[in-house]
Each structure stands twice: as structure tokens, then as C-alpha cells.
């Protein structure tokens, strides 16, 4: 299982709106009370999740009562809605509870911390360049003048049904050494009357907020049936939709690939079992529910940007990044245009 920072946001906040984890605050609220985890808390936990470790008062608890030795007997402590919860325990039993529950705290907590903290330092600071060129960004069509662009996000066939911010004209623009190496797949592709289709490439900052914006609105249903049948769109936050995103970086490319005839002209895309951000576990690279010929197509496409240092994303067979990311540490916000 590959472990990306967006899943660890995913699960984090699946697990903040699970009863298990909430359940657990009481007990991780005591734990974080020392210094060094209140001063984490306080740097890496957002407002609306240190609520939650807030809620004491409203949490199970675990007592002792005077009766005898794992009787579960009398109601615990009233929470302020007025409804009791739990039960006390005498003895080893008691002991027993508290060891069990202070564990699952100690985990809560620190997953938690580490979740939070990741974020935070895993979001690139953003460049002050302007421009492509200060930013070492170039033109895949500089590079190869006829290469196959279906920019989605410049025009309203993509998943939120409108153009995106930050997308001004249907343009591929890559850092340098990713462009240069998507180049080669595309030379090498072509000796085999294969080609690549671009969908997306460098992706400024606000066009990955726009993206979040769009993910917490309401529900209008235009694009649901075509791009994420099976998911409630702010279920796609995390996995599908992230904060922050490794084609703002310039290292990260969406594409198709393509099968020719003998001039090399007339081009159709191969059957991928899915179309382009179709967010499904259908579209997961390897996914059990594609066809043997079409995840044969797909390890196709793999192989051939793997030949050039390029890493596919598991749950997309579309996505690529090139490994080592020539920067991986700053983010671009400049218009494409």
C-alpha cells in the first residue's frame, strides 16, 4: 500500500468524525494536558479539532465504585446534554480499562500531532516568481510542437464543469527536466506508432484551491454521474482532491495514451476502463474491476513513463510525477496563459 500525504489527510479526517476517535478525547485531552503536547497541539492541531479534545465533559468516563470486583452496576458521571453514559468498575478491572483506553488514547494523540504537523510541512511555501521563465518553467510544445494537449481544467469539460481559476489559455507548462524527460516518452512512444495525450500539467496554487472551494459547496449534480458516481463530492477531499498538489510543484502530468496508424496522424486513445479524473476505484492503476486488456494498457502506459523516471499515482492510472521532483519544496501560482 503506498502511503501518500493525502491519504494520511483522508484517514485523518475520517477519523475525526468517527465515534471511536471521539470517543478517545477524554482520554487524549488528559495526555496532551503535559507541556511538550499542549505546545504541539497548539502549533499543529487546527482550531476545530482541539474542540473536540475539549469535549471532557461530554466523553465517557471510567470510575470506581464500591461494589464487587467487574460488576458493571451504576451509570457513569451525567454529561451535560443530561444522558449518562458508561459504567464504573471496581479493582483490576478498573485498572485494566484505564490501561486499554489511556493506549488508544496515546495512538489518538499522536496520530493526531503527526497529521497535523505533516500538513503543515509538507505544504510548499509558494514561489514569487511571475513569470514561466523565473520559474524555469517551459512549453512542452517548445520541446514537441505537435505532442497531443486536451488541457481539461482551461475549458468546462472536467469535473467541475467550468473553467478553472489560474487557467487562461490550454497550454502545458513543466519544469524543465520533467519536460525534457516527458519529451523522450514521447520520441520513444512514437518509434512504436504510440503517442501521448496531455490532460494537465503544471497546475498554479489557486486553480488547487479552486478545487476545495468547489469540493465544499453545495451539491449541484452537473458533472456527479460523469466524474464520481459513487462518492458524496466532499468524500473526494484527501485522496482525489488534496490542499496542495504535486503539479503546482511542476513535476506532475495527467495523460492518455494513444495508439496510431502507420503515418502517425490519426491517433485513438486505448481503452483505459475509465476516462480521465473519473474519481472510482475503477480508475485505481491496478484495479481488480478493469479488464485484463485494459489494465493491460495501463501498465502500458506505466512502463513507458517509468523508462524516463516518472512515478504513477495507485489510484489514478493517469497521474505521473517525476522522481526526484527537480523542487519539491516550492509551489508555483502563476496564471497559465
Known amino acids: 500500500?503506498?502511503?501518500?500525504?493525502?491519504?494520511?489527510?483522508?484517514?485523518?479526517?475520517?477519523?475525526?468524525?468517527?465515534r471511536s476517535w471521539r470517543s478517545s478525547a477524554w482520554f487524549a485531552r488528559r495526555i496532551s494536558s503535559s507541556t511538550v503536547s499542549s505546545v504541539l497541539m497548539f502549533m499543529c492541531v487546527p482550531p476545530e479539532k482541539r474542540a473536540l479534545?475539549?469535549?471532557?465533559?461530554?466523553?465517557?468516563?471510567?470510575?470506581?465504585?464500591?461494589?464487587?470486583?467487574?460488576?458493571?452496576?451504576?451509570?457513569?458521571?451525567?454529561?451535560?446534554?443530561?444522558?449518562?453514559?458508561?459504567?464504573?468498575?471496581r479493582g483490576k478491572k478498573a485498572r485494566e480499562i484505564r490501561m486499554r483506553f489511556s493506549r488508544h488514547a496515546l495512538l489518538s494523540t499522536i496520530a493526531l500531532f503527526a497529521t497535523a504537523c505533516a500538513t503543515q510541512q509538507n505544504s510548499a511555501p509558494i514561489s514569487p516568481a511571475t513569470t514561466p521563465e523565473d520559474a524555469n518553467l517551459v512549453d512542452i510544445r517548445s520541446l514537441v510542437p505537435d505532442i497531443d494537449l486536451d488541457i481539461r481544467y482551461?475549458?468546462?469539460?472536467?469535473?467541475?464543469?467550468?473553467?478553472?481559476?489560474?487557467?487562461?489559455?490550454?497550454?502545458?507548462?513543466?519544469?524543465?527536466?520533467?519536460?525534457?524527460?516527458?519529451?523522450?516518452?514521447?520520441r520513444t512512444l512514437r518509434d512504436d506508432h504510440m503517442r501521448l495525450r496531455l490532460?494537465?500539467?503544471y497546475r498554479p496554487v489557486r486553480a488547487v484551491q479552486n478545487f476545495v472551494?468547489?469540493?465544499?459547496?453545495?451539491?449541484?449534480?452537473?458533472?456527479?454521474?460523469?466524474?464520481?458516481?459513487?462518492?458524496?463530492?466532499?468524500?473526494?477531499l484527501g485522496d482525489y482532491i488534496s490542499p496542495t498538489s504535486g503539479h503546482s510543484r511542476g513535476a506532475t502530468v495527467d495523460l492518455d495514451l494513444m495508439e496510431c496508424d502507420?503515418?502517425?496522424?490519426?491517433?485513438?486513445?486505448?481503452?483505459?476502463?475509465?476516462?480521465?479524473?473519473?474519481?472510482?476505484?475503477?480508475?485505481?492503476?491496478?484495479?481488480?474491476?478493469?479488464?485484463?486488456?485494459?489494465?493491460?494498457?495501463?501498465?502500458?502506459?506505466?512502463d513507458a513513463m517509468e523508462a524516463q523516471g516518472f512515478r504513477n499515482y495507485p489510484m489514478e492510472w493517469w497521474h505521473f510525477t517525476l522522481k526526484p521532483e527537480p523542487s519539491p519544496r516550492v509551489a508555483f501560482d502563476i496564471p497559465v496563459r
Open 1 to 18: 500500500m503506498r502511503i501518500t500525504r493525502s491519504s494520511v489527510i483522508a484517514s485523518a479526517m475520517r477519523a475525526s468524525q468517527s
Open 53 to 89: 479534545l475539549g469535549r471532557a465533559k461530554d466523553e465517557p468516563r471510567i470510575r470506581e465504585c464500591g461494589v464487587r470486583s467487574g460488576a458493571p452496576v451504576l451509570p457513569a458521571a451525567q454529561g451535560s446534554d443530561g444522558r449518562r453514559r458508561g459504567f464504573c468498575y
Open 154 to 186: 482551461a475549458g468546462a469539460n472536467n469535473f467541475t464543469g467550468a473553467p478553472v481559476d489560474g487557467y487562461e489559455a490550454p497550454k502545458c507548462f513543466l519544469l524543465r527536466p520533467v519536460a525534457e524527460a516527458l519529451a523522450r516518452v514521447e
Open 199 to 201: 490532460y494537465d500539467c
Open 213 to 236: 472551494a468547489w469540493a465544499h459547496a453545495p451539491e449541484d449534480g452537473r458533472t456527479k454521474a460523469a466524474y464520481y458516481p459513487s462518492f458524496d463530492k466532499r468524500a473526494l
Open 262 to 302: 502507420d503515418t502517425g496522424v490519426a491517433c485513438t486513445p486505448l481503452d483505459m476502463g475509465t476516462h480521465f479524473d473519473f474519481f472510482d476505484t475503477l480508475a485505481n492503476t491496478d484495479s481488480k474491476k478493469a479488464t485484463d486488456a485494459q489494465r493491460a494498457n495501463r501498465h502500458r502506459l506505466r
